[in-house]
């Protein structure tokens, strides 16, 4: 069974940092690229960083650049999103969804069609707060 599963979110105080977990199961996570994605209340789902299946090319959001890194661990079949400097206006739902082709960007800002992810896992709540 094609399975994504996030953890890693939680409460954190302005500032803080967390590492966002996406295992993936029935499949091979390295084959794919990978993106993160978030969704606050009332607000679209956006993209916030991806990493590529063939070169292991990097992108993100202008509003995370900096403060976010992504990566993979192939023994393990998981991608992680590691953040720091993290502000109230983080707080959201994440999500990790599986490329139907690779990450695309647009001026080089992670500019992803979400129609083009499947493989979405339930996602993980980060709230930031004092």
């Known amino acids: 069974q094609v399975q994504l599963v996030e953890s890693g979110g939680g409460l954190v105080h302005p500032g803080g940092s967390l590492r966002l977990s996406c295992a993936a199961s029935g499949f091979i996570l390295e084959y794919h690229a990978v993106g993160w994605f978030r969704q606050a209340p009332g607000k679209e789902r956006e993209g916030v960083a991806c990493?590529?299946?063939?070169?292991?090319?990097?992108t993100y959001a202008d509003s995370v650049k900096g403060r976010v890194t992504i990566s993979r661990d192939g023994g393990r079949n998981t991608v992680y999103l590691r953040m720091i400097s993290l502000k109230p206006e983080d707080t959201a739902v994440y999500h990790c969804?599986?490329?139907?082709?690779?990450?695309?960007?647009?001026?080089?800002?992670?500019?992803?069609?979400?129609?083009?992810?499947?493989?979405w896992g339930l996602g993980t709540q980060v709230t930031v707060s004092s």
């Open positions: 990493i590529s299946s063939s070169d292991g090319l990097l």
């Open positions: 969804a599986v490329a139907l082709g690779d990450c695309t960007a647009y001026s080089g800002t992670y500019s992803p069609n979400l129609g083009e992810y499947s493989y």
